[in-house]
C-alpha cells in the first residue's frame, strides 16, 4: 500500500489550505500527522472506517477530516490557519484497530508535504 500526499504551500495566517492523501489500498484507520522543526512528530486528526473522527484539541473546529470512499482519498481542510500550524504533515493509515494518536500504531506513510502559514 502507498500513500501519496499533496495540497501544501505557503498561506497567511487567517487563510485555509485542503491537503489531500491517496492511497493504493484499503485501511481500516486513515490518520494526519505534523510535524514541526525540532519537534516530535503530532497527531492531528483521524478517521476511522465507520465515519467516526477524532482531532488534537488544538485544531478542533478549525480542521475537518473527511475521505471520498470512491476516490480511496482522505482529506484534512485547515480553516483559520494559524503561525503554529507550520509543519510538514503527513498521512498515515492502518490495517486495524481503533483509532489511536501513537505514530508507532499505524502500518503506513505517505511523504509529508509542507504547510507555512505566515503571520
Known amino acids: 500500500v502507498q500513500l501519496q500526499a499533496s495540497g501544501g504551500g505557503l498561506v497567511q495566517a487567517g487563510g485555509s489550505l485542503r491537503l489531500s492523501c491517496a492511497a493504493s489500498?484499503?485501511?481500516?484507520?486513515r490518520a494526519w500527522f505534523r510535524q514541526a522543526p525540532g519537534k516530535e512528530r503530532e497527531f492531528v486528526a483521524a478517521i476511522r472506517s465507520d465515519g467516526s473522527t477524532v482531532y488534537v484539541d488544538s485544531v478542533k473546529g478549525r480542521f475537518t477530516i473527511s475521505r471520498d470512499t470512491a476516490k480511496n482519498t482522505v482529506y484534512l481542510q485547515m480553516n483559520s490557519l494559524k503561525p503554529e500550524d507550520t509543519a510538514v504533515y503527513y498521512c498515515?493509515?492502518?490495517?486495524?484497530?481503533?483509532?489511536?494518536?501513537?505514530?508507532?500504531?499505524?502500518?503506513?506513510w505517505g511523504q509529508g508535504t509542507q504547510v507555512t502559514v505566515s503571520s
Open positions: 489500498g484499503s485501511m481500516y484507520v
Open positions: 498515515a493509515g492502518a490495517r486495524a484497530g481503533g483509532i489511536t494518536r501513537s505514530p508507532g500504531m499505524y502500518d503506513y
